[in-house]
């Protein structure tokens, strides 16, 4: 069973760091692009980053772009962002997700997602 | 980047009955890179369809998916009470490509 477990969201202040953690289970990891979303309160779906199997390849919104990194460690079987200069309007519950098809690397949908963990950013 | 405009934003409907909801693009899209999710409130997103008409794994065949270039559709063929939910289209072309449209609530 196909299972991810985000963590590390809390409070933190404006222009603060933070970084969460995805842990991955029942598939194997080094195979599947990995991505994160975000939902703001009561707001829809925000792609936030992707990154390849091998984590060679990442790929980020323009909201995010240059404030956060995302990683990986195959090892592991965990995912990672690193949030810098967080900002009020990056408050969002942060989900990951699976890409689906190994092969297509981030050109797949989502087929499984974590329950989020929720980042707020206030003063 | 593609925008993606789901309509209507609310549909209210009762059990039975079918729901059609609707997305466009801003610009012709490869169907190969159309998804559609559901979710609850409290909870993740759920694959529903990719490909713009493949439902996903478990997804049962009262969903449908159908469109190409810029206009896309799901269907619920006879509304469940477990389907009102958000229904959120999605286009996943090469990164950063991509965007998810507004959402769709489904209500009783």
């Known amino acids: 069973e196909v299972q991810l477990l985000e963590s590390g969201g809390g409070l933190v202040q404006p222009g603060g760091s933070l970084r969460l953690s995805c842990a991955a289970s029942g598939f194997t990891f080094a195979s599947y692009a990995m991505t994160w979303v975000r939902q703001a309160p009561g707001k829809g779906l925000e792609w936030v980053s992707g990154?390849?199997?091998?984590?060679?390849?990442?790929y980020y919104a323009d909201s995010v772009k240059g404030r956060f990194t995302i990683s990986r460690d195959n090892s592991k079987n965990t995912l990672y962002l690193q949030m810098n200069s967080l900002r009020t309007e990056d408050t969002a519950v942060y989900y990951c997700?699976?890409?689906?098809?190994?092969?297509?690397?981030?050109?797949?949908?989502?087929?499984?997602w974590g329950q989020g963990t929720l980042v707020t950013v206030s003063s | 980047e593609i925008v993606l405009t789901q309509s209507p934003g609310t549909l209210s409907l009762s059990p039975g009955e079918r729901a059609t909801l609707s997305c466009r693009a801003s610009q012709s899209v490869s169907s190969s890179y159309l998804a559609w999710y559901q979710q609850k409130p409290g909870q993740a997103p759920r694959l529903l369809i990719y490909?713009?008409?493949s439902r996903a794994t478990g997804i049962p065949d009262r969903f449908s998916g159908s469109g190409s270039g810029t206009d896309f559709t799901l269907t619920i063929s006879r509304l469940e009470p477990e389907d009102f939910a958000v229904y959120y289209c999605?286009?996943?072309?090469?990164?950063?490509?991509?965007?998810f449209g507004g959402g769709t609530k489904v209500e009783i």
């Open positions: 990154i390849s199997g091998s984590g060679g390849s990442t």
């Open positions: 999605q286009h996943y072309g090469l990164s950063p490509q991509i965007t």
């Open positions: 490909g713009a008409s």
């Open positions: 997700a699976k890409h689906q098809i190994p092969a297509a690397g981030t050109i797949s949908a989502f087929d499984y």
